[in-house]
């Protein structure tokens, strides 16, 4: 689920997305200025502005991070028969969104957020909307043409505002036209009764909007899971995706699956749209074959990016695949850990309930049997712990010209796979003391080795653990490729 080639993979399919995103688009305004006198007409500070921007908010945020993505999105949304209206609409032809199911209400208002800043700071933010349900024409007009596109798309966004456009029953019609249609459906919620968008694929929710939903504690991650779990069944939902802010993100599916997501960013320099980002990503992923697992990582990915980012921002597939190939020589060095930490690491999983493995070499040219041996290895548990011989435990093993590569070389490309857990490098000639701090459930060895010979056996079992000897890839071995490279 976290494994960033395949991520990597996922992101750089995501242009295969057709994503239908139908919600309350909003016109975000940004006034810039600065502020050197008090008026006279009150105790007020005076703003000389000095540059306007415009973008698109709301559910116009989430079709911008798609456009960025590479999906390819369909809007359906209303907006009133006024320049904001006609704004939003410039906006999304700008990120290549087709207006044509963009319907135009003129007894309505478009949102609008006006915000006045001054060095940086927000001075005063002034709405101007419509907060009401749609007219009923309008409201047939908006359903009759989200069935019309999604036709065409395989995931349905749901971005929930509460300006009005998904209310007094909007998204449970849209959920099931779309679920009839064998469409998933991702819902952006709002409020606090969220049985409204029962029936839907997955909803993501904020920590704040979860605990307000389910009136439940949401301050630990047990908390989330009790309170997602909870929701997953009062709304009637296959799955829910909770942002945590700085805690990351935790998915709890309908079958009893949960997942959670450590928080990426490096520094935060701004978390608005940040949930917009996650929607958009999920959909996105799902839309390109994802499952659900694999697109909220993605989805972590891409909060983490855009929180360091200054105002709503949008995210690029490039700037993920960035991140998963940075991600993914950051976590080859998590993974190689002291002897201390890494027992502090593993009583981590244990208290868990994970089974623990352990194996262990010099590994000084990692070859096609070693790669085949670590896999097979990782399938008898649930981390994999290796310990690896230090460069003076090999030279006494194998002689003064070995090892060829440094043991933090032998680390960091040992921690890149996949099947490795954990690396902890070892300086005695065995490695009896570090599995008896271990007490792994599974020891594991190459099936050349006779059970009597494999150094922690005995002591593995009479604790209750188990020794399996695993084949071995003819043909392969580090001193019979050294002895090729000097013919």
Known sequence: MNDPAALIAL???????KVLCVGDVVLDHYRHGVVERISPEAPIPVLSVEREDAMLGGAGNVMRNLASLGAQVRCVSVVG??????????LLRDIGVSTRHLIKDGGRRTSTKARYLAA?????????????????AIRQRLLDAAAKAMRRCSVVVLSDYGKGTLAD????????LARDAGKAVIVDPKGNDFARYRGATLLTPNR???GEATRMATESEEDIVAAARHLVDAAGVEAVLATRGADGMTLVAADGGTAHFEAR???????????DTVVAAVAAALGAGADVGPAAALANVAAGIVVGKVGTAAVGAEEVVGALHHQDLEAAEAKVLGRQTALARIDKWRGKGLRIGFTNGCFDLLHPGHVALLAQAKAACDRLVLGLNSDASVTRLKGATRPLQSEAARATVLASLASVD???????DTPLQLIAEIRPDVLVKGADWALEDVVGAKEVRAAGGRVLLVELEPGHSTTATIA???K
């Open 11 to 17: 992101a750089q399919g995501l242009g295969a997305a």
């Open 81 to 90: 028969e006024d320049a904001p209206g006609t704004a939003i609409g410039r």
């Open 120 to 136: 940086g700071q927000q001075m005063l933010r002034a709405d101007f909307e419509t907060v009401a349900p749609l007219a009923p």
């Open 169 to 176: 029953g909007v998204a449970g019609e849209l959920i099931a």
């Open 208 to 210: 704040r909007e979860l």
């Open 265 to 275: 960013a490096r520094e935060v320099f701004d978390v608005s749209g940040a949930g």
């Open 422 to 428: 954990l690396v902890v490098i070892y300086s005695d």
């Open 484 to 486: 090729r490279m000097g």
